[in-house]
């Protein structure tokens, strides 16, 4: 059960950022780009990728056969983040994000750990 759990809280984290790929206003609102700009673009691609996290997370709630594929790509989008967070300075527009993807880390290191146990 806590392992379901897990997984929508990861799915969660992941909610905001994939719900721009439909509605892009939220990539100002998030990251406080405006529309006109190259980089709204490439956001509004990683809203895309997200929306894949996303997926994978609620999917590997209901079908244990996907958890390790889910597993990997949840942390290569949370763990690459925050280590290029940490790079770059720790930018303070981006401080919520890293917040978030950190209290998510020990839910990811739950279902990782049920997922490659065997």
């Given at each position: ?81 925050l ?27 739950y ?8």
């Amino acid at each position: 059960m806590f392992e379901r759990v897990a997984w929508g809280i990861l799915a969660l984290i992941h909610l905001s950022p994939a719900a721009a790929f439909f509605l892009p206003s939220l990539i100002t609102k998030l990251y406080g780009i405006s529309s006109g700009s190259d980089t709204f673009i490439l956001l509004h691609h990683r809203a895309a990728l997200f929306l894949v996290v996303f997926i994978g997370c609620i999917w590997a709630i209901f079908d244990p056969d996907v958890r390790r594929l889910a597993v990997v790509g949840t942390a290569l989008s949370m763990l690459g983040f925050l280590a290029i967070y940490i790079m770059g300075g720790q930018p303070d527009a981006l401080r919520s994000i890293a917040i978030a993807d950190s209290i998510g880390l020990p839910f990811l290191a739950y279902v990782a750990w049920l997922a490659f146990r065997h």
